[in-house]
């Protein structure tokens, strides 16, 4: 077995180890690559040509057949990034003051604690609220524009009593 061989069957190796490794579908197509420059390197002994067909399978496997595998293997897969929830609209279920650290939104089914960008203000529980951004557990919302004339935000009771700041910080 030449040396040229060798090499490209070490590349496979490699490339389908990363693959195990990964499980993302990025290296198996150039284990396809090697696996045919090392067919070819039996039979053509310029590498210049091995490495060209290493190139054009390789591709061609990238191109043709990574949608098909992505559909197939993927078709399963539970989404979990939470920053697909970012502007989307969300349902006030219970009063959102920050400054007695409460609130709550349901948002595409599930239950989240929320707080706004602005302290001092409440939202009503059954308010329209947007999506801002989240920060660790928590969603930070705005009421929707289509609702800011209909609904005026009320001041915080939390303002006018400074016991229940003081209260807040013995927790």
């Known amino acids: 077995m030449s040396e040229q061989v060798i090499f ?9 180890v990363t693959e195990i490794a990964t499980m993302g579908l ?3 197509w150039f284990a396809g690559g090697a696996l045919i420059a090392a067919l070819v390197a039996f039979v053509v002994p310029y590498f210049w040509v091995q490495l060209i067909v ?4 390789s591709v061609v ?8 595998a992505m559909r197939y293997f993927n078709k399963n897969r539970v989404k979990t990034n939470i920053d ?7 349902i006030v279920t219970s009063e959102i003051d920050n400054l007695k650290y409460i609130g709550e939104v349901t948002v595409a089914g599930r239950d989240w604690m929320a707080r706004t960008e602005e302290d001092g203000y409440v939202i009503p529980k059954n308010a329209v609220v947007v999506i801002k951004r ?3 557990v928590k969603l930070i ?3 929707e524009e289509s609702l800011k004339d ?7 009771d939390a303002l006018l009593d400074p016991r229940i700041i003081e209260e807040q910080d013995e927790d």
Do not use: D, N
């Open 134 to 136: 989240i920060e660790g």
């Open 84 to 90: 697909e929830l970012i502007g989307q609209r969300a």
């Open 54 to 57: 290493f190139i054009v399978v």
């Open 8 to 16: 490209w069957l070490v590349v496979l190796a490699i490339a389908a």
């Open 141 to 143: 919302v705005e009421l």
């Open 26 to 28: 990025a290296s198996i």
């Open 150 to 156: 209909a609904i005026k935000l009320e001041r915080s």
């Open 61 to 68: 496997l990238l191109v043709f057949t990574r949608p098909v």
